[in-house]
């Protein structure tokens, strides 16, 4: 078996791997989304538990106070924010951690395709993992706080528009506690969720909004600019942090 | 095809090497040695681009490169400690998976025949996690053959490997020296390699 050797590519395919250049951002992009959706539909115990992590969260508030309709309407937008940033937040650690464990992340920043790419990618399989199944229940879960058919509409717009943002930031924290011992998921909560907290306060501010009858456009409008300035910056940002990890 | 002028290297406050010097042209190999802990690791992943030396410069084809940078990441593969497999996948997703994300363009049929000849031919569809530490260092080599990088870093390349192994392996590099590629390996055991392909590196001595 010793002897058998592998096929060999012509002395020419060298210089035609050399001359391949990193034009395929895209492509990059599209590696780590793919593979890091299929590691999520792989493992799915574990989107399971921080799905249900976010529904109790939700589910607990209305138990512990009196089950009163105005009450629980004005906390309603509130507490599901918060689970969400929670639900978000609970799932970040593994973002990189994992592949810079096993090695994956240096063969990732090795890669001829932009790591901020590769690192968009990964971002937008954690946002349909984790944001969209969250922005997708809200509406269920709003039932609890006798939310009116317009509130839930702004509640899950401002989600969708939301929810990336945290996953882009979160992405930045992440890469950032690379390589500290323990994991260092409380060091992220702490350097992340203020962060989190513009997003929070537009998120459901806008649903108040509209509850008082002056309208969501303006703070949807908020959380779009800041999602656009997240997707521009973030990924260059991360991509830094995880070079330094793996310096 | 990669030179090193008077690098140094090191890690937290430890100075590990200084002003090594060493060239490997087009089908020739360095293999680096030395007692533990005097730096081989640090200067793989130096020569790989994924860190920064201290002080000197790192050479591809004669023009001076930074860590990460374009031509180095094309030109480069590197297996280090880690062997970058997944054990949620197959051995053939994780190969497939390597071997796209470094921009190669092999298919199914290339990725089985490179997973027959390193003999995980029939274990193709176990997931990675049932596989032994020495099959999981063999789809490292199917990896490393589908590649097409003139320049491979091999850190401990023979870890875990048996017999078998260390012969496949030393046929991989053979053929890539043959094919005008370079090499640079840090081992401590005799791949049995060429002798004349060959310069030695000792660090720490």
Redesign the interface.
């Known amino acids: 078996?010793?002897?058998?050797?592998?096929?060999?590519?012509?002395?020419a395919?060298?210089e035609?791997?050399?001359g391949?250049?990193?034009d395929?951002a895209l492509a990059g992009l599209r590696?780590a989304a793919a593979?890091d959706l299929?590691?999520a539909l792989?493992?799915r115990a574990e989107l399971g538990v921080q799905l249900l992590f976010y529904v109790i969260v939700v589910a607990l508030f209305p138990l512990s106070m009196t089950p009163e309709r105005n009450l629980l309407a004005t906390m309603g937008p509130g507490v599901l924010w918060v689970a969400a940033l929670l639900a978000s937040l609970l799932s970040l650690p593994r973002l990189f951690a994992t592949d810079h464990?096993?090695?994956?992340l240096?063969?990732?920043?090795?890669?001829?395709?932009p790591?901020e790419a590769l690192v968009a990618g990964k971002v937008l399989a954690h946002w349909l993992t984790t944001g969209l199944p969250v922005a997708l229940l809200a509406p269920l879960l709003a039932l609890q706080y006798y939310l009116d058919a317009g509130s839930v509409a702004v509640l899950v717009a401002g989600l969708l528009l939301g929810t990336p943002i945290l996953s882009l930031l979160g992405a930045v924290g992440a890469a950032l506690t690379l390589g500290l011992r323990g994991g260092g998921g409380s060091l992220l909560a702490l350097l992340i969720l203020p962060l989190y907290v513009p997003v929070l306060i537009f998120g459901a501010g806008a649903v108040d909004a509209a509850r008082a009858g002056l309208g969501a456009t303006a703070n949807l409008s908020l959380l779009g600019a800041g999602l656009a300035l997240a997707l521009v910056g973030t990924p260059f940002a991360a991509a830094a942090a995880v070079?330094i990890a793996?310096? | 095809m990669l030179e090193v002028h008077d690098l140094a290297g090191r890690r937290g406050h430890a100075d590990l090497f200084a002003g090594v010097d060493f060239r490997v042209p087009a089908g020739g190999a360095v293999v680096v040695t030395g007692p533990n802990g005097t730096g081989k690791t640090t200067l793989l992943r130096m020569l790989a681009g994924l860190s920064a030396p201290a002080a000197g410069e790192i050479r591809l084809k004669g023009h001076k490169v930074a860590p990460f940078a374009p031509e180095l990441r094309a030109a480069v593969a590197y297996a280090g400690h880690l062997p970058a497999l997944k054990d949620e996948l197959t051995a053939e997703e994780n190969l497939s998976s390597l071997v796209r994300l470094a921009g190669g363009t092999a298919g199914p049929d290339a990725m089985r025949s490179a997973l027959d000849r390193v003999a995980l031919g029939r274990r193709r569809s176990l997931p990675a996690r049932v596989l032994s530490a020495g099959q999981r260092r063999r789809i490292g080599l199917a990896r490393l053959a589908l590649l097409e990088r003139p320049v491979w870093i091999l850190d401990e390349p023979v870890t875990a490997l048996d017999a078998a192994g260390i012969g496949l392996l030393a046929t991989l590099v053979h053929d890539h020296l043959d094919r005008g590629g370079a090499a640079v390996l840090a081992t401590h055991q005799a791949l049995g390699l060429e002798p004349s392909r060959v310069q030695s590196l000792v660090l720490g001595g």
């Open positions: 078996m010793s002897g058998m050797a592998l096929r060999s590519p012509a002395p395919a060298f035609a791997a050399a391949r250049t990193a395929g590696w593979r299929r590691l792989r493992s464990a096993d090695g994956t240096e063969q990732i920043a090795l890669s001829p395709y790591l070079r793996l310096d």
